[in-house]
């Protein structure tokens, strides 16, 4: 049985980092053909995946977001970690890990979520 | 960036209605189609993945179509807990492809209402 959570700040302030975490259990992030992603939904709005890293440790981002993002894994904890720097009013959102496969571009297991509110 | 478009944005329909929601890519993604669904408050779940396949439990009365640029999805016969929100999502654009990355994109959504 696949599960993932997410883990983190529910209120960072304006210019401050983000730092999430998703923990997850009942696959291995060595695994052919495997990633964690990251997701984001603002209130009311659409989703808008973030980025992947994948079981060969090769990692990508969103174009629009590159420069603020790094993502990286712990096999040995089941972890996946998210760091956003620069948090906007706008980046205000609920953050999602998800279990991706990349050979089909789906996203077939996803956490429950975290709101992440940015305000001074 | 592929541009995923879906139509209507939001739909009112009756229980055992037969009710099709579309989603367009702004250039061809194959059948690397994926439709999600999320109820207020949840995370998405996958109900069909590359353009038709169901995913392990899921209802029959969910089906999917397309290839190319041109998807719809199908609920045969409306249920009560159908009532959410429908997302397409293309998985054709690898973060691989040309050694660029190019995002995974999501449609704006559905939001299936009861009539």
């Known amino acids: 049985q696949i599960t993932l959570k997410e883990s983190g700040p529910t209120l960072v302030k304006p210019t401050q980092t983000l730092t999430l975490t998703c923990t997850f259990s009942?696959?291995?992030?060595?695994?052919?053909?495997?990633?964690v992603a990251w997701i984001r939904q603002s209130p009311g709005k659409a989703l808008e995946w973030l980025a992947v890293?994948?079981?060969?440790?090769?990692?990508h981002y969103s174009p629009s977001l590159k420069t603020r993002l790094t993502i990286s894994k712990d096999i040995s904890k089941n972890q996946v970690v998210l760091t956003m720097t620069d948090m906007y009013p706008e980046d205000t959102a609920t953050y999602f890990c998800?279990?991706?496969?990349?050979?089909?571009?789906?996203?077939?297991?996803w956490g429950q979520g975290t709101l992440v509110t940015v305000s001074s | 960036d592929i541009q995923m478009t879906q139509s209507p944005s939001s739909l009112s329909a009756s229980l055992g209605d037969r009710v099709t929601i579309t989603c367009r890519a702004s250039?061809?993604?194959?059948?690397?189609l994926n439709w999600y669904q999320q109820k207020p408050g949840k995370a998405p779940k996958l109900l069909i993945y590359?353009?038709?396949s169901l995913q392990s439990g899921v209802p029959s009365r969910f089906s999917g179509s397309g290839s190319g640029t041109d998807f719809t999805l199908t609920i045969s016969s409306l249920q009560p807990e159908d009532f959410a929100t429908y997302y397409c999502?293309?998985?054709?654009?690898?973060?691989?492809?040309?050694?660029?990355?190019?995002?995974?994109?999501f449609g704006q959504g559905t939001k299936l209402e009861i009539k």
């Open positions: 998800a279990h991706h496969m990349y050979s089909s571009g789906l996203f077939d297991f």
């Open positions: 009942g696959f291995s992030l060595s695994t052919n053909d495997v990633g």
């Open positions: 890293i994948y079981w060969d440790d090769d990692k």
């Open positions: 250039q061809t993604i194959r059948s690397y």
């Open positions: 590359a353009a038709s």
């Open positions: 999502q293309q998985g054709y654009t690898t973060p691989y492809s040309l050694g660029q990355t190019t995002p995974y994109t």
